[in-house]
Antibody, heavy 121, light 110 residues
Framework: EVQLVQSGAEVKKPGESLKISCKASGNSFNTYWIGWVRQMPGKGLEWMGIIYPLYSETKYSPSFQGQVTISADMSITTAYLQWSSLKASDTGMYYC??????????????WGQGTLVTVSS | QSALTQPASVSGSPGQSITISCTGNYKFFSDYNYVSWYQQHPGKAPKLMIYDVNKRPSGVSDRFSGSKSGNTASLTISGLQAEDEADYYCTSLKTNSIWVFGGGTKVTVL
């Protein structure tokens, strides 16, 4: 069974950097796309981007291109989502997720528990 | 403005059937079967309910069904139950490996 375990909640100030993680187990991490989804408080789901760890190939939604960086470390089967300079509008819940079939970019059959990011001065 | 349009809310009484629509005006949506639906209860991670328009993952009740005609996809919940009260999101492949979500529909069981 595929499991995605995300890092814990974060409280940051505007302008700070942040890297949150998502550790995968139960699948061949290198050959499964793994993605990130944002949910701002009281709002809907937003598809942010995905990475194919074997080639470090990334795809970003135009809304998030240049705003975040998605990366992965195959040696520890972990994907990351990072910000270089947080804004208050980055506050939200962030989910990692992965499809059930290797080489498919979606849909997401398996989800992490979410990481709450709060950015406030 | 989401690329996929859903009604903000749908309601029904226990035992009834309801249908949630999802409209997408781009080529990948109408020409391919890359439409999926997620259910999300408050404070929980989303759960995949339907994929490839009408396929159910293992463990999902057969009360949930999906269909698509042209640029509109639909999720139907039959025999509505209290536990079905949740937010529902459609999603579709927009372009090469990039997906998009609809704005979400709140389902209320009266």
């Amino acid at each position: 069974e595929v499991q995605l375990v995300q890092s814990g909640a974060e409280v940051k100030k505007p302008g700070e950097s942040l890297k949150i993680s998502c550790k995968a187990s139960g699948n061949s991490f290198n050959t499964y796309w793994i993605g990130w989804v944002r949910q701002m408080p009281g709002k809907g789901l937003e598809w942010m981007g995905i990475i194919y760890p074997l080639y470090s190939e990334t795809k970003y939604s135009p809304s998030f291109q240049g705003q975040v960086t998605i990366s992965a470390d195959m040696s520890i089967t972990t994907a990351y989502l990072q910000w270089s300079s947080l804004k208050a509008s980055d506050t939200g819940m962030y989910y990692c997720a992965t499809p059930s079939d290797s080489n498919d970019s979606g849909p997401f059959h398996h989800w992490g528990q979410g990481t709450l990011v709060t950015v406030s001065s | 403005q989401s690329a996929l349009t859903q009604p903000a809310s749908v309601s029904g009484s226990p035992g009834q059937s309801i249908t949630i629509s999802c409209t997408g005006n781009y080529k990948f949506f109408s020409d391919y079967n890359y439409v999926s639906w997620y259910q999300q209860h408050p404070g929980k991670a989303p759960k995949l309910m339907i994929y490839d328009v009408n396929k159910r993952p293992s463990g999902v009740s057969d009360r949930f069904s999906g269909s698509k005609s042209g640029n509109t996809a639909s999720l139907t919940i039959s025999g509505l139950q209290a536990e079905d009260e949740a937010d529902y999101y459609c999603t579709s492949l927009k372009t090469n490996s990039i997906w998009v979500f609809g704005g979400g529909t709140k389902v209320t069981v009266l």
